[in-house]
């Protein structure tokens, strides 16, 4: 397909490094990886993920969601998500165009109340030429930066558009919706997101999104594969590691900062879903971290 080759071409050109790659195109960056990666624990927002080369898998509560070129996937709300490429190397490395997704731009596309969808909001769908075409089209513009401002604005409805008459379109419908029941789980995910290092009561967190306990609790599993409470420590374990990878900080002073009280209990929440206490697992990461570097990932 020729539209995928450019935009696999595009991608290469503007995102030399891997890692990703912010572009002066509102809400449009590029991923790339010259091998495969380690799983790491993330916050997928919610975006597209349009892969043009290469192959991953996200793992979301034990559930694995695997694209490939040619194959988008959608997020649409924060999830915390096991993220690895599968499928890369120096010759062919993973290339991804990804657009978070804007609501008030939904909301402007899609007036009026619209039907109910059950079920995560994450998702795999082919991509049709119409919207490779589209991609490639936006990308395009980062060689006439002049022409952002006019144009990408265009292109990123068209996109939308596209994707809403697509397989998951309920997807972006149910994020329009504020009155929706995907809209209020991402106002609580939200304020997990803001507040995880703050005690909670699930209780509050329903009356906070207008919900009665019974049905928050229904619909936050249907919608995140987890209960508030495991969905909270998902979010307070990624910051423990990124605190201890990154800052130097010992496991009891990660835990601290981000609520915990026991280190001991710290330790045994972590290892129950990550099959191993934060202190053995950060020094595992590390020494993948330092496998790959040696290799030139």
Do not use: W
Request: proline share 7%.
């Amino acid at each position: 397909m020729q539209d995928l080759h450019e935009l696999s071409g595009l991608i290469e050109r503007h995102a030399s490094a891997d890692g990703v790659t912010a572009t002066p195109v509102p809400r449009v960056a590029l991923l790339r990886s010259s091998a495969p990666t380690t799983p790491l624990h993330t916050l997928y927002d919610p975006s597209i993920c349009l892969v043009a080369q290469g192959r991953k898998r996200a793992c979301l509560a034990g559930v694995e969601y695997l694209y490939r070129a040619c194959e988008y996937l959608i997020v649409g709300v924060d999830l915390p998500v096991i993220g690895a490429v599968i499928e890369a190397s120096a010759n062919a490395p993973y290339l991804c165009f990804k657009l978070q997704l804007d609501r008030s731009v939904l909301v402007d596309m899609l007036p009026g109340q619209q039907g109910e969808r059950s079920g995560p909001p994450i998702s795999i769908a082919p991509a049709t030429p119409e919207l490779i075409d589209a991609a490639v089209r936006m990308l395009r513009l980062l060689d006439t930066p002049d022409d952002i401002g006019a144009l990408a604005p265009l292109i990123e409805r068209e996109i939308l558009h596209r994707l809403l008459n697509g397989p998951q379109g309920a997807i972006l419908r149910q994020i329009a919706v504020v009155e929706s029941r995907l809209s209020r789980m991402r106002d609580a995910i939200q304020y997990l997101a803001e507040h995880f290092h703050e005690p909670f009561s699930v209780e509050d967190l329903a009356g906070r999104v207008g919900m009665s306990l019974s049905s928050f609790h229904d619909q936050f599993r249907q919608t995140t594969m987890m209960t508030p409470l495991q969905f909270r420590n998902h979010l307070r374990f990624q910051e423990v590691r990124r605190l201890m990878l990154s800052e130097g900080l010992s496991a009891a002073e990660a835990g601290f900062r981000v609520g915990y009280e026991s280190p001991s209990q710290l330790s045994r929440d972590y290892a129950r879903i990550h099959g191993m206490p934060p202190k053995q697992d950060v020094a595992r990461l590390k020494r993948l971290l330092t496998a790959e570097a040696a290799v030139g990932v």
